[in-house]
């Protein structure tokens, strides 16, 4: 199983911060490749929704664009099925909450034919750790302040983490790991070059399709896998395929031979014995933005907002009546940490309660039935991500009738994944995110939930919630699963205070024609990928 990453269904993904799953599954009786024989020298083609924007690896949090990524770069680690880490680029290691080292393989070379070193794997953790570099992964893989250290005669790198870390080992493994010409220049890495993964990018053309081609020399990988395995591709073609009817059409005629199907869509492709392998992502989730200025920021209206909708309604139209109740932020099996964070914390729907909090706040109807308070109408701008399907769309639309019925004028903007990151990242222009984040680990949220705000920091909601903070900084400095009840505390007081409203998750299938794969921390795993014909 790979090591953990962000990826996405989210935040648009953003977060890679998303979600996993081991293994495919299929309908009772099996799947059509049972019948087909594992085929050498094809292509994989794979559907996308969205388009990934840059590929650099450090500075992206985007799930669609970190899927790529995982074709073009490895990590220090992996995990096994049963979260165990194993080697990848390192073949040996060893850490606490403050201290990690690494030995690497040998003989690991870059897709530009340079050798990999101990002061390259160096140089990318220094870069991620330094907050002048204003990396998407600081935080996240990397806490600010991080040093590395190498030796590469001995092929080791050592480090001290900027701040008490307890999932060390596992954050600084995921990082992944770019060749020294990239980090040279790192508008390469925008391309997806200078890669140490199994696959190097041969062709770009944005918004249409990306090639890469598989690195005959890549002999490492996860544990112990072989090169010389029948059923792997020579290339992967990577389709930017918006509409999921499209998606679903095109695996049926074998055009794609991997694609995320979320809605009706599904359907169809399991009468048709389509092997799918699935993952658990959040689909409910929303966020106010709290930025001076913003309506967000008066907890009387999150309240009341929250308290208008239905959510397991919502949750039902958003997941096709086949999701179930959130319980924390983390949804990537095996799960580091399993309480329950969520329930019994949100607000019930109660369209009157909501009324009544928003007299007491101070926002009146006015003769339109939009609420007023000090000649500031309550209009919003509520954001949602395309890229996660139909049921999206519909979802928000009941939302945005709900939060009328309130009197809530609520302006709906549809937006893909690299939208949704400028949104939320960079212009600020929103009140509402329905864009969910997924996370790996539950120590992943910190950043989000309690860093620096942009352009500084991906704490885009403009969080300041002290209590997590504390809380969260306590459970950092337990090892592993020592933290696991302070952490689940920590997120506790997020919902409480409606910081983030996570209220229903999905089971997600990537379905394949023609080809078999895992798929783990919700992408797939470029080393399990088998062609059938």
């Known amino acids: 199983m790979r090591n953990a990453r962000l990826t996405a269904a989210a935040v648009a993904s953003v977060v890679a911060l998303t979600v996993s799953a081991c293994g495919g599954t299929s309908q009772p ?47 220090l680690i992996d995990l096994d099925a049963s979260g165990k880490p194993i080697p990848n680029l390192a073949e040996k290691f060893e850490a ?40 998407a992964m600081l935080g996240l893989s990397i806490t600010p302040g991080t040093k590395a250290v190498a030796d590469d005669a001995a092929r080791t790198v050592t480090l001290t983490s900027g701040a008490p870390d307890a999932f060390l080992l596992r954050n600084v493994g995921s990082l992944p790991i770019v060749c020294g010409k990239g980090l040279a220049d790192r508008s390469t890495l925008a391309k997806g070059q200078h890669g140490t993964g199994m696959f190097t990018m041969t062709e770009l053309v944005p918004n249409d399709h990306y090639t890469l081609t598989r690195r005959k020399e890549y002999a490492w990988g996860p544990g112990q896998w072989q090169r010389d395995q029948p059923g792997l591709p020579d290339k992967v073609v990577i389709r930017v395929v918006p509409n999921t009817t499209t998606a679903a059409n095109l695996l049926l005629s074998r055009e794609l031979n991997a694609a995320t199907i979320t809605g009706q869509d599904q359907q169809r492709l399991r009468t048709q014995k389509l092997f799918h392998s699935d993952f658990v992502a959040p689909m409910g989730e929303l966020f106010f933005n709290q930025a001076p200025g913003r309506l967000g920021r008066d907890p009387a209206v999150r309240r009341a907002l929250v308290q208008a909708l239905d959510l397991g309604q919502i949750g039902k139209v958003l997941t096709s009546g086949n999701g179930k109740p959130a319980t924390g932020l983390v949804t990537a099996e095996p799960l580091a940490c399993s309480g329950d964070s969520v329930s019994g914390k949100l607000p019930a729907f109660d369209v009157a309660a909501a009324k009544a909090g928003l007299d007491a706040a101070g926002w009146l109807p006015g003769p339109d039935g939009v609420r007023v308070k000090d000649g500031k109408r309550l209009t919003l701008t509520a954001i949602y991500g395309q890229q996660l399907g139909p049921t999206m769309a519909s979802g928000a639309e009941l939302m945005q009738q709900s939060w009328k ?67 969260a900084k306590q459970a950092a400095s337990m090892p592993g699963e020592a933290g696991c009840a302070t952490w689940t505390a920590a997120e506790s007081a997020l919902v409480s205070r409606l910081d983030v409203v996570p209220f229903v998750h999905t089971v997600v299938p990537i379905f394949g024609s023609d080809a078999r794969f895992d798929v783990v921390l919700g992408s797939i795993v470029p080393s399990t990928i088998r062609m059938y014909s």
């Not at 992943?444 to 969080?463: E, L, R, S, W, Y």
Request: charged share 15%; net charge negative; aromatic share 8%.
């Open 29 to 75: 009786g099996g799947d059509r490749t049972a019948n087909q024989k594992l085929t050498d020298g094809r292509t994989f083609t794979m559907g996308i929704a969205s388009d990934p924007g840059s590929l650099d690896p450090a500075m992206t949090v985007l799930a669609v664009a970190l899927q790529i990524d995982r074709f073009l770069y490895d990590g």
């Open 96 to 135: 606490t909450t403050t201290t990690a080292a690494f030995t690497l393989r040998d003989g690991i070379t870059c897709a530009d034919g340079a050798r990999l070193t101990a002061s390259d794997v160096a140089a990318n953790i220094n870069f991620v750790g330094d907050p002048v570099n204003k990396s």
């Open 405 to 471: 019925n309130v009197g809530a004028d609520v302006t709906l903007k549809a937006v893909d994944s690299p939208g949704t990151s400028q949104v939320l990242f960079g212009t600020g222009e929103w009140d509402v995110s329905m864009a969910p984040v997924g996370f790996v680990l539950p120590s992943q949220a910190v950043p989000f939930m309690a860093g620096p705000k942009p352009p500084t920091g991906t704490n885009f909601a403009h969080i300041e919630n002290p209590e997590f903070a504390t809380l």
